[in-house]
């Protein structure tokens, strides 16, 4: 089963404007991180945020942990066509190395 | 190898053969992952190794699929038998040991299978 969920399912913007998708998970973690998919093929690795922290940045990435709710954002800034991706989180289960996705959020940014 | 090597790329087989999946990982990678991934929906586990050892394999959906890994590296996900419910994206990932990207799964391209 999966571990996380993510909302929206689904979300289109127009290019500029902020992009914000939510993840929800089960288990206490270690870590949580967020990967992007282009085309239903591999992922890339984009932030890394670790329990003890509440936020942290990456370029145009904002990422935010809140552990009391289980639940994480992702929020991508002046957001370009080219961020047209799935957005998934992951999490090591109960602070192991099993990594388990979420649904992912698909993110289309309009020209 | 520069990245994680995922073989076949694509495969067509028709119901009731059986199908292998081969991960080359990075190489040092430790750790290797596989996961499914059926059109349009997220990832689900499958099993995972640390060496050639596996802690994990609770994601396996059925005594159809095994997988295996020799000498720390090289992995097949073996499906036998297999179902038209079967055809997804398998994907592999790989995982160092330690130093600052010990918790980042590098994903390879993935395998897509159709089954007929």
Same mark, same amino acid.
């Given at each position: 089963?999966?571990?996380?969920?993510?909302?929206?399912?689904?979300?289109?913007?127009?290019?500029?404007?902020?992009?914000?998708?939510?993840?929800?998970?089960?288990?206490?973690?270690?870590?949580?991180?967020?990967?992007?998919?282009?085309?239903?093929?591999?992922?890339?690795?984009?932030?890394?945020?670790?329990?003890?922290?509440?936020?942290?940045?990456?370029?145009?990435?904002?990422?935010?942990?809140?552990?009391?709710?289980?639940?994480?954002?992702?929020?991508?800034?002046?957001?370009?066509?080219?961020?047209?991706?799935?957005?998934?989180?992951?999490?090591?289960?109960?602070?192991?190395?099993?990594?388990?996705?979420?649904?992912?959020?698909?993110?289309?940014?309009?020209? | 190898?520069?990245?994680?090597?995922?073989?076949?790329?694509?495969?067509?087989?028709?119901?009731?053969?059986?199908?292998?999946?081969?991960?080359?990982?990075?190489?040092?990678?430790?750790?290797? /992952?596989? /996961?499914?991934?059926?059109?349009?929906?997220?990832?689900?586990?499958?099993? /995972?190794?640390?060496?050639?050892?596996?802690?994990?394999?609770?994601?396996?959906?059925?005594?159809?699929?095994?997988?295996?890994?020799?000498?720390?590296?090289?992995?097949?996900?073996?499906?036998?038998?297999?179902?038209?419910?079967?055809?997804?994206?398998?994907?592999?990932?790989?995982?160092?040991?330690?130093?600052?990207?010990?918790?980042?799964?590098?994903?390879?391209?993935?395998?897509?299978?159709?089954?007929?």
């Amino acid at each position: 089963s999966q571990q996380g969920e993510e909302d929206p399912q689904a979300l289109s913007i127009q290019e500029g404007e902020n992009a914000t998708m939510n993840c929800s998970y089960k288990t206490s973690i270690n870590n949580l991180q967020w990967y992007r998919q282009n085309s239903g093929r591999g992922l890339v690795h984009l932030i890394l945020i670790r329990s003890n922290e509440r936020e942290k940045h990456s370029g145009r990435l904002r990422v935010t942990l809140d552990t009391s709710k289980k639940s994480s954002s992702l929020l991508i800034t002046a957001s370009r066509a080219a961020d047209t991706a799935s957005y998934f989180c992951a999490t090591d289960v109960g602070g192991t190395y099993k990594y388990i996705f979420g649904t992912g959020t698909r993110l289309k940014v309009l020209a | 190898g520069a990245g994680v090597s995922q073989s076949p790329s694509n495969k067509v087989t028709e119901k009731g053969k059986d199908v292998e999946l081969r991960c080359d990982p990075i190489s040092g990678h430790t750790a290797l /992952y596989w /996961y499914r991934q059926s059109l349009g929906q997220g990832l689900e586990f499958l099993i /995972y190794f640390q060496g050639n050892s596996a802690p994990d394999k609770s994601g396996l959906p059925s005594d159809r699929f095994s997988a295996e890994r020799t000498g720390g590296s090289v992995s097949t996900l073996t499906i036998q038998r297999t179902q038209q419910e079967d055809s997804a994206v398998y994907l592999c990932a790989s995982r160092p040991a330690g130093g600052t990207g010990a918790n980042v799964l590098t994903f390879g391209a993935g395998s897509r299978l159709t089954v007929l």
